[in-house]
């Protein structure tokens, strides 16, 4: 654990619910680009961690825009 530095701010940073969650997780995409089964998944896997969400987030729309998943 860091040593706390005098003057320093603390932030907590908890984790969002599912529903904030989720949208973080879509933001973005298209309706209906994460099918829910895999939505579902990955919600549980992340655990509601914002910066985990956010990267998750990017690579999946990365992955949309060139078409990976697609059939």
């Known amino acids: ?3 706390e530095q ?3 701010l603390t932030i907590l940073v908890d984790r969002m ?3 904030e969650s ?3 997780l879509l933001q973005d995409l298209e309706p209906g680009a994460v099918p829910a089964d895999v ?7 992340i655990g509601g961690w914002p910066l985990l969400l956010r990267l998750v987030n990017r690579l999946i729309v990365r992955a949309a825009r060139i078409g990976v998943g697609r059939r």
């Open 1 to 3: 654990m860091l040593a």
């Open 6 to 8: 005098p003057g320093a």
């Open 17 to 19: 619910s599912g529903l």
């Open 22 to 24: 989720e949208r973080v």
């Open 39 to 45: 939505l579902e998944k990955l919600l549980a896997e």
